[in-house]
């Protein structure tokens, strides 16, 4: 009995994948259901009825638009050459399809050729419609010099909240986003990827689904390189920004702006063509399930491997070092797995001088630790999909690395591959399965896929099939959307919440109290404790997780508030206020809304507009980014070790309140700016708590022998004096 390819749900990821991968290295973008990248002309019509636009999609691929010939010449091919004018000595190219056979007969028809390898828009003068037989142009289009082709371009880096950074982005395409170095903490609830008109975020944006084709609230990311395709016909042309947004609260994370105009390729769906069309696929060992799956882009390649590994297991592919035959030793490859405990992904070059491990740069040893900066594989991505490892790699078809050899694109190479342990180095130990016959591929053929089909139809495989969401988004940027609300999140389980101790109505006792941010604690912190959905930060209170406050009527009190002074960045801007409003987020509320809450302090009213005036200097408690999740601690005390405090310059805001017999025994601390961020105050009319002691000082879980409540409850509520970030 064979094993399977992998289920149609796995297939389906992995095809998206490889898809989003094929789109970073496929070249094409613009914007409208017209753009085909930049005009070149028109082909001159001189015989057999030739006719056209030319179009350069990028560096290496022209567009024809409605090619017309009426196939009648015994040899006319495509060429394109560095001579002044057309003749035979040009270079022929390949059609459409991939065929070197003579032209049939088009009419109207959109094509897309490739340059032959070395060759770019950059170093050819003209194309053509040739007949070889008879030396006679049958039309042509000069290529102007220094013509400014169409290419990917650089937009700045990401740097927001809740940890999200990245390298420059890339614009790939008109529909393509290459993030690099992508991360996020995934505390938020509602995080998404989004795009929008104008400059900044606002709810009037669209989402973007993640690597996956996914619209889901982002998980976590650590510095992982992502391929994001934007959605329905939207292109870089119609937006002016992309970012993370958090839909539910609001909350710009993070944007980068983006120039109109850009000069980049078109996507393959804006020139008509198919991504399936461009994939490849085979089979290197039905028991493992092991495929190779790829596609030729320009000057490079875009792979997975995709095998059914055991836990600690490699898949080698690569070349042969022997033209003739399928020889292990010299080859050269890409070692690949997926780690199951981290679900990190690896793709290494390496060299196999021999059939024993890396010992001293011999054997078979990664290509760094036989010579520096000869690494040439990139990982574009990968997955562990219901037991498969799937990894995504590029590499160039040729590099000047004498340890790697040449992917051919004009015939077959043979091939070599492997299955076997990591050893504890993280390194190849001798294989376990392995290529014992002579196997040859030609990387260029016209796209076939000899793999298992899913069970979808093809042309399925490559669109998001969430069937948990049948009000799944049809998105066109042109058409203006109405305002959206932020959606209120579903309410939070309650259960398994830490124990944070509550400031008493007796502490501290000159009633000063510090308002800063932090994380929200996962699982246990925010949610459990309220029953509402934050949104990764929420106020800090002496040091504690939104501790609820006792106050006694007629006593002053004040609160030192670090919570951000600077509107223009939202979400790093959080003015205190004191309300009977358990959401908050005064500013965003409608009319009808305002009218049914009050505010106690932390605002001023100037003819008619409530403005906050709890605003100062931002402090935020951050998590140490080496020690567990916050899901991981069974206190919150313990969890509290793991933070430290940072503060902007600046100065603290100062919000004064004594609450008087007015006051309902129950109001709130929140963000004036943003929803669930705060939680209670406790109006007493006197306090019979006994006082504490005078000393102020913490105490700390030790998270192994659990509990929490006992550790904290007994002292008074935290003085952290801020640590100031200097400006360097």
């Given at each position: ?265 078109p996507s393959l769906k804006m020139l008509g063509v198919s991504p399936q069309s461009k994939l490849n696929c085979e089979v290197l ?20 491997l995709v095998g059914k590994l055991d836990d600690g297991q490699y898949m080698a592919f690569g070349l042969s070092a022997d033209p ?405």
């Amino acid at each position: 009995m064979t094993t399977q390819s992998p289920t149609s749900s796995t297939t389906r990821l992995s095809s998206i994948g490889l898809v989003a991968a094929v789109y970073l290295l496929l070249a094409t973008q613009i914007c409208g259901a017209a753009y085909y990248g930049k005009l070149i002309g028109k082909l001159s019509e001189l015989h057999h009825g030739v006719s056209g636009e030319v179009y350069a999609v990028d560096g290496r691929t022209l567009f024809i638009k409605d090619f017309t010939y009426d196939g009648e010449a015994p040899t006319a091919y495509f060429y394109v050459g560095t001579s002044k004018s057309p003749n035979g000595n040009g270079i022929r190219l390949r059609d459409e399809s991939g065929s070197s056979d003579t032209l049939k007969r088009y009419r109207r028809k959109d094509i897309t050729l490739t340059l032959p390898d070395g060759k770019t828009m950059a170093n050819i003068k003209w194309f053509a419609v040739w007949c070889d037989e008879f030396s006679v142009n049958f039309g042509d289009v000069r290529i102007p010099r220094g013509f400014d082709y169409p290419k990917p371009q650089k937009l700045a880096a990401l740097n927001g909240v809740h940890g999200v950074s990245s390298e420059p982005i890339v614009v790939v395409d008109a529909q393509t986003l290459l993030i690099p170095s992508f991360s996020y903490d995934g505390e938020a609830p509602d995080a998404k990827f989004w795009v929008g008109a104008g400059p900044t975020p606002s709810p009037q944006g669209i989402r973007v689904p993640d690597e996956n084709g996914k619209e889901q609230p982002l998980r976590r990311y650590d510095r992982k390189a992502i391929v994001l395709t934007l959605p329905g016909d939207v292109t870089i042309h119609q937006i002016g920004h992309f970012g993370v947004w958090c839909e539910a609260f609001a909350v710009d994370f993070g944007h980068v702006q983006i120039p109109q105009g850009l000069n980049v390729p078109p996507s393959l769906k804006m020139l008509g063509v198919s991504p399936q069309s461009k994939l490849n696929c085979e089979v290197l060992e039905d028991r493992l399930a092991f495929e190779v799956r790829w596609a030729v882009a320009g000057d490079s390649i875009v792979a997975q491997l995709v095998g059914k590994l055991d836990d600690g297991q490699y898949m080698a592919f690569g070349l042969s070092a022997d033209p003739e035959r399928s020889s292990m030793v010299g080859g050269d490859a890409v070692v690949a797995w997926v780690d199951k405990q981290t679900l990190q992904g690896y793709a290494v070059d390496y060299f196999l001088d021999a059939k024993s491990q890396c010992s001293g740069g011999r054997g078979s040893c990664p290509d760094t630790r036989i010579q520096e900066n000869t690494n040439s594989i990139r990982l574009l991505n990968a997955a562990l999909v219901d037991g498969y490892s799937i990894v995504t790699y590029q590499r160039p078809l040729k590099t000047n690395d004498e340890l790697d050899h040449q992917i051919l694109t004009n015939r077959s190479q043979p091939i070599i591959w492997a299955v076997g342990p990591l050893n504890e180095r993280q390194e190849v130990s001798f294989h376990s399965d392995y290529l014992k016959t002579d196997r040859f591929i030609d990387f260029g053929r016209p796209p076939i896929w000899n793999c298992p089909v899913p069970d979808h139809e093809p042309s399925q495989i490559f669109t998001d099939q969430n069937d948990d969401k049948p009000d799944q988004q049809q998105l066109v940027a042109t058409t203006r959307r109405p305002y959206r609300t932020p959606a209120t999140p579903a309410p939070a389980p309650k259960t398994g919440a830490w124990e944070i101790p509550p400031i008493q109505c007796n502490e501290p006792e000159d009633g000063v109290l510090y308002a800063q941010m932090g994380p929200t604690g996962g699982k246990h912190g925010y949610p459990a404790i309220t029953g509402h959905v934050g949104w990764g930060i929420s106020w800090y209170i002496n040091g504690l997780l939104i501790p609820e406050i006792n106050v006694v009527r007629g006593k002053k009190y004040r609160f030192v508030v670090e919570g951000g002074e600077n509107p223009e960045t939202p979400a790093r801007y959080h003015p205190f206020y004191i309300t009977d409003d358990p959401v908050g987020g005064y500013q965003h509320k409608t009319p009808e809304e305002k009218e049914k809450v009050k505010i106690f302090a932390g605002v001023k009213r100037q003819r008619g507009v409530v403005r906050p005036t709890g605003v100062g200097r931002l402090c935020n408690w951050l998590p140490d980014q080496n020690q567990p999740l916050a899901d991981d601690f069974t206190s919150f005390g313990a969890y509290q070790r793991t933070l430290t405090l940072e503060c902007d310059h600046g100065e603290p805001g100062i919000v004064e309140w004594i609450p008087d017999e007015d006051t309902p025994d129950t109001v709130y601390y929140q963000c004036f700016t943003h929803r669930y961020l705060g939680w209670k105050i406790n109006v007493h009319d006197s306090c019979d708590v006994e006082p504490a002691g005078n000393e102020n000082h913490e105490i700390y879980v030790d998270p192994k022998k659990g509990g929490g409540r006992e550790d904290l409850e007994i002292s008074p509520s935290i003085r952290e004096a801020s640590k100031i970030i200097h400006d360097h």
